[in-house]
């Protein structure tokens, strides 16, 4: 999530990738974009390494206490994963941050898989390739890391202790961590050793159901049953075990008293904040669901629906006298997927991002624009039918991104709203050769609306915007979390990102 700085310097023009007239962002503004929608595979316009190719660029442009708070702020408030590592080593790489790369390390590594993936893109990093890849490892990396190895028990050691490419033992005897007392020593032998506890996970129970035979397919097929009503009714599933398994348990035909529990755990408030799923899981979970012939998918979708509104519930909407205008991009660059075992695309994201916004407005018009610009009504509470109501009807509107469009259709009707809100991968033009841009347009219409602003939510971070976001009231804020929305929310009461990412203490 961004929000532009105010400065006094005139912000420099460039191109997008569709050759239409752009603006350049600031490095600080740049690197946020860049991370807050890595996902660090190929896009529409970019492929993954030529994005993380202008990350590690554009870290060595900033200063290296922005780029560290920055990491902390995606691991722990955007929920990402695997771009904090790669900050984390690309500090290190530099020779920058000295003893702030270990603490970062330490910080950012909350899973105990996350060692290994932090050493392995650490090899590929430094692009070795000769049989000990890990040698000469950073001091501070390696401190880091140390420090990390005390933070997990052997349940979680276990859980993720992997035959990948970089082990835990691999990593164990690389950065030599302290143990903390005489049972953190048997933890630390026994993963030298390979004789980890094998964990309880609902994964190895149900795959011990599966390895036994049976007579029939019949009683399999029970025993089955049996094991997911004892998982669901013990308590012994985690909120994203759930999800993941809601069409496994309803093929099973579960008992009535289960699949009410699992409905009121997907839909309770406490699990789904502490949960932290980005908004996009249960749009998956719900499609998922949808092609499922089961009469009791109805009353699953239904839990899905009330865990989205648990979402909504915390973000800062606006009353009846704030008129707002919610534009999501559909056009042929936005259908892109998020990553290559995903079926999730940037265009899901920006509906869903977008209908979450527009459960909490009061008054205000949705819709969505490609090679023109229509208005779709919705209800404000059936926030996942929403999305899928746009994403059938997005080939009404073609598949350029003339996001102009919106803004001359204010003009025509002289209407005049305060919010124009615009989801997209912010590489706007004129299909049309009409000579319009949006921001030309946009000038126009302060001139009827002075007090109006233009917020981009740029869910690609390419590095450009269509308008100039160095003006006060026009603003970049990108990511795919609900957490965007908290800097919406600080964007209205004066403050901004940068300054939320630089109050954190390290």
Known sequence: MMFNLKLKSKAKQTVNYEGEKAFVLTPQLELYTAVATAALSDQFYEKAGDKLARIRELIAKNDAAFVARLAVYAREQMYLRSIPLVLAVELAKQHRGDAMVSKLTNRVVQ???????????????NERKEVKQLNKLSKQLQK????????????QFAKYNRDAQVKLKDALFLVHPKAKDEV?????????????????????ELSAVGQQKFDTAELKKAAIKAKWEELILSNKMGYMATMRNLRNILEAEVSKEALNKVCAYIADEKAVANSKQLPFRF?????????????????????????????????????????????????????TAISPKSKVLNFDIGLMLAMLLQNRCENAVT??????????????????????????????VGYSTNGYLVIKDLLKRNKVVDKVMMFTDCQLWNSNNSG????????????????????????????????????DDVYLIAGWSDKIFNVLKAIEEGSNAVKIINSIAL
Do not use: C
């Open 184 to 204: 953190q020593q048997a933890l630390f032998n026994k993963i030298v050793k390979d004789e980890l506890q094998t964990p309880y996970t609902w994964e190895v």
């Open 144 to 155: 880091g890391l140390a420090a990390a190895f005390n933070k997990f028990d052997e349940y």
């Open 436 to 471: 319009e841009t949006i921001a030309a347009l946009w000038k126009q219409y302060k001139k009827i609306a002075p007090g109006a602003k233009l917020y981009l939510f740029d869910l690609a971070g390419h590095g450009s915007v269509p308008l100039n976001v160095q003006r």
């Open 283 to 335: 749009l998956a979970a719900y499609r998922e669901l949808k092609a499922l012939n089961n009469g009791r998918v109805g009353k699953v979708l239904d839990a899905l629906e009330a865990a989205v509104l648990q979402s909504a519930a915390n973000i800062a909407g606006y009353d009846e006298d704030t008129k707002v205008v919610i534009a999501a991009d559909v056009s042929g660059s936005m259908q």
């Open 367 to 396: 819709g969505m624009f490609g090679d023109t610009w229509k208005m779709i009504s919705v209800a404000k509470k059936n926030i996942l039918a929403n999305v899928q109501e746009f994403y059938s009807r997005e080939g009404e």
């Open 111 to 125: 899973r105990a898989d996350e060692i290994a993936e932090l050493l392995a893109y650490y090899a590929l990093a």
